[in-house]
C-alpha cells in the first residue's frame, strides 16, 4: 500500500477483529509503586486518549510523590506497543497535530545539539540512536565535518538514510539488542539519544547500553521532555510532551544525572534552554482541533467518513490555519524567555563516561 492510499477494507476489517478483543489486553498489569525509586506514594497525573491519532483506548500517567518520575501506568506491553505504532508513516490519516509537530526537527535544534560537543575534544566516530532517516547526523556534519556518523534505528528507515548519505554505516535494531551491543562496543567517542529515552520499557537498561557502546572518555548526549516544565500541568493532557500513548517516561532531570553519575559517568553539562521546543501553546491548539474536528479516514476507524463529514473536515481545518499560524509564531516569540524559566519543556545532558 502506497504511503497516501486510502484504508483498504481488508485492513479495516484486520483492525476491526483486534479491537473487537479490546484494548485492555495491550496493557501490563497496573503496577504499584514507582519503576524508578520503589516508592508506593503515587498520584494520577493523567488520564487520556490517544489525542494525536485517535485510536481507541485510554492512557494513564501516574507520578511517583517521593522522586517525580512520571509513567505509563499501567504501561504498553510489546504487542500493544507495535498496534500503536503501527502505520505511522501513512500520510493518508496524518492528523493536524502530526503536522504541525512533525516539524519540531528543525535544522536548527540539530546545528544546537551539535555545537553542545565543541567544547569537548573532536570525536572521530559518533552513533545516533534512533536516527530515523538520519536527519541529525545530516546536520551535524556542517558542525563536526571529520567525525564519522552512524545511525541505530529499530525501521529500515536508517537503511535509506545511508543511502541518501546521511551515515555512513547503518544498523537496525534496538539499542539494547545483545547483538547490536556486541558488535558496537566501545566504538563510539559519542552516542546521542534525542527525545529517544522517553519512548523506551526501561531507561535505565537504555542507558546502560549507550555506555557500553562508548570508548572510555566518551560522551554520552542525552535530550529528553522535562516533566518539570509549568507547561505540563497548565495543559494537562494538552501538553505535547505527555505523548501518549508512546511516552513510558518522563525523567526530571535529577533522577537522571543520579543514574548517570551511579552508572561511573561524569556530568560535563546540562541545559534547559537550546533544548525547549517552541511548540506548546500551538500544538495544544493542535491538538484538542483534531479532536474536535470530524475524523480523517484511517484503517481503525470502522467506516470511512462520509463525504459531508469529509467536506467540513477540509472548511474548518482550512479556517483554523490561521489560528495556528499565529499561535505557533506567538511560540517562537515567547521562546527567548520561556526557555530560561521553568516553562522550558526540554533538557539536555552530556555526560563522560570515565570508567
Request: aromatic share 6%; with cysteine.
Amino acid at each position: 500500500m502506497s504511503p497516501t492510499a486510502q484504508p483498504t477494507a481488508e485492513r479495516r476489517a484486520a483492525y476491526a477483529a483486534e479491537l473487537a478483543q479490546g484494548t485492555d489486553r495491550f496493557h501490563e498489569p497496573r503496577r504499584s509503586d514507582c519503576p524508578w525509586c520503589g516508592s508506593e506514594r503515587l498520584r494520577t497525573r493523567l488520564r487520556t486518549s490517544d489525542l494525536r491519532r485517535r485510536r481507541p483506548g485510554t492512557f494513564v500517567v501516574d507520578e511517583c510523590g517521593d522522586c517525580a518520575h512520571a509513567f505509563q501506568n499501567p504501561r504498553l506491553t510489546a504487542e500493544g506497543l507495535a498496534f500503536y505504532h503501527r502505520d505511522l508513516g501513512e500520510n493518508a490519516h496524518e492528523s493536524l497535530a502530526e503536522r504541525l509537530l512533525g516539524a519540531r526537527a528543525a535544522t536548527g535544534r540539530h546545528l544546537a545539539a551539535a555545537r553542545a560537543m565543541l567544547p569537548f575534544p573532536e570525536p572521530e566516530s559518533w552513533l545516533d540512536v534512533g536516527t530515523g532517516h538520519g536527519h541529525f547526523p545530516e546536520a551535524a556534519k556542517e558542525v563536526h565535518p571529520y567525525t564519522s556518523f552512524d545511525g541505530l534505528d529499530p525501521t529500515r528507515r536508517v537503511e535509506r538514510a545511508r543511502a541518501a548519505g546521511r551515515v555512513e554505516e547503518a544498523h537496525v535494531g534496538r539499542l539494547t539488542d545483545p547483538p547490536v551491543i556486541e558488535r558496537l562496543r566501545a566504538r563510539y567517542d559519542v552516542v546521542s539519544m534525542f527525545h529517544h529515552l522517553e519512548h523506551t520499557p526501561d531507561p535505565r537498561e537504555e542507558l546502560r547500553a549507550a555506555l557500553a557502546l562508548l570508548r572510555p572518555g566518551g560522551h554520552l548526549l542525552v535530550e529528553v521532555p522535562d516533566p518539570d516544565c509549568v507547561f505540563g500541568a497548565l495543559l494537562g493532557k494538552w501538553w505535547v510532551a505527555h505523548g501518549q500513548p508512546s511516552h513510558l517516561h518522563l525523567m526530571p532531570l535529577p533522577n537522571l544525572l543520579g543514574e548517570l553519575e551511579s552508572l561511573g559517568c561524569l556530568i560535563v553539562a546540562t541545559d534547559r534552554r537550546e533544548p525547549h521546543i517552541p511548540h506548546d501553546l500551538s500544538g495544544a491548539l493542535a491538538l484538542a482541533l483534531g479532536r474536535a474536528l470530524p475524523g480523517l479516514d484511517a484503517p481503525w476507524r470502522p467506516a470511512p467518513p462520509t463525504p459531508v463529514q469529509r467536506t467540513v473536515r477540509q472548511a474548518l481545518t482550512r479556517a483554523s490555519v490561521p489560528l495556528l499560524a499565529s499561535t505557533a509564531a506567538l511560540d517562537r516569540l515567547m521562546a527567548p524567555l520561556l526557555s530560561r524559566t521553568r516553562f522550558s519543556n526540554a533538557y539536555r545532558v552530556i555526560a563522560r563516561r570515565d570508567a
